[in-house]
């Protein structure tokens, strides 16, 4: 399906606006598909803000990326409750599923104080709060197989 | 650098916080590297949206790749302010700037009318405005090098 039939198929179901909001997916694909994008998203604002603040990305977008950031790290561990192996996740994720949880958990809460401190205070609140909240490689080397 | 000596550098200026807000960044490879993470970002969180409305997603995270689809298209035209080519972008995004210019900025008012439409009134009230809002593919096939 390309992107331009994806959008058309995704305003044909949102006009008929009846999907119930419990609706989950149910394809492996799909649910793979989803929760690398997502993880994709959290890479790219991650070294997007990380760029912000080594001055090689415009500084006044900061808070831009913090919140970026903790609106779809809210959505992470959602994303991979359906226990469907692959897509570079180790089975581990769901067998160790109270660790992962804890962890996603933390970044949704790390992530959304980030963003706080960066919408309240800028740079100078929100800095002390990025390495605590950036907690990327500690999980990805348990859980994510390697490339 | 590996993404921990990044975050680690990033914090060390956060820390310090004394990056004047007009900042830019001067080197092409930062300069690409931030535009790509931008258009990664806007393509993935396009597409988690419209995921959440073929059912293939949450439904309930409608709202939330709304939202961040629209905060990370506010920066978008920012990213390509600077002359540099590459990376995929054809020539004439700087040559045709006026037209490149205006569909950026398009693109970030009708994200954040449909973001504020999902807000408001989800998807009944933001449906509509989907299809409207991802013309991603109008300006990828004018600015984009085929891949």
Known sequence: ??????????????????????????DPTDIIDYRKHVMKTLGAQSASMAMTLQGKAPAENFVLHAEALAIVAS????????????????????????????RMTELATNTAALAK???????????????????????????????
Chains 1, 2 share one sequence.
């Open 1 to 26: 399906m390309t992107r331009l039939s994806q959008f058309a198929a995704a305003l044909a179901v949102a006009t008929v606006a009846a999907l119930p909001l419990a609706a989950r997916a149910s």
């Open 75 to 102: 959505t992470a561990l959602q994303a991979f409750k359906e226990k469907v192996e692959g897509g570079g996740s180790k089975p581990d994720v769901w067998a160790k599923w109270p660790d992962f949880e804890k």
């Open 117 to 147: 401190a960066a919408r309240e205070g800028g740079v100078a609140a929100a800095g002390p709060k990025v390495q605590g909240a950036l907690t990327c490689k500690g999980c990805h080397d348990i859980y994510r197989e390697k490339k």
